[in-house]
């Protein structure tokens, strides 16, 4: 039976490849829906706003895909990885691409900003009900065992 420090270390684990891009989505589909509020004099600033959530996710991806990796006593499926790495992977260079395209096509790229948001929002949803469905179904049969 493993100790409190192998199932604490594991949670951590876990907790950085699974729950904590969710709240990363969620907060950058805020942070993008305020941006777009402001009363901004030209494209230019929201674009390089906007460009720069799209590179850090993008980034940060990388590292979500590397933590889920890490995860010993469990291999993610191809909905763990469409959901964690794929699907967020697009929305954001969604948005990077969109602010390079900002200056020549505004309202296409405004577009992309709508999409890259509410597929963020969907993405944080399904791995929200995903993260609970989890913790109900799996972890209390195994309590219960």
């Known amino acids: 039976m493993p100790g409190f420090e192998e199932w604490e270390s594991f949670y951590v684990i876990v907790g950085a490849a699974f729950s904590s891009p969710n709240v990363v989505h969620f907060s950058a589909a805020l942070l993008l829906s305020a941006l777009m509020r402001v009363p901004w004099h030209g494209i230019g600033p929201a674009a390089l706003l906007w460009g720069t959530v799209g590179f850090a996710g993008t980034?940060?991806?990388?590292?979500?895909?590397r933590r889920m990796r890490a995860v010993a006593g469990y291999r993610a499926d191809w909905e763990d990885w469409?959901?964690?790495?794929?699907?967020?992977?697009?929305?954001y260079v969604l948005l990077l691409l969109s602010a390079f395209a900002a200056r020549w096509h505004a309202h296409e790229s405004l577009l992309g900003v709508a999409t890259a948001t509410l597929l963020q929002l969907f993405i944080g949803i399904h791995n929200s009900w995903d993260t609970v469905s989890y913790h109900v179904l799996v972890r209390a049969r195994r309590a219960k065992d």
């Open 59 to 65: 980034l940060y991806i990388f590292v979500v895909a």
């Open 82 to 91: 469409t959901y964690h790495a794929f699907l967020p992977l697009v929305a």
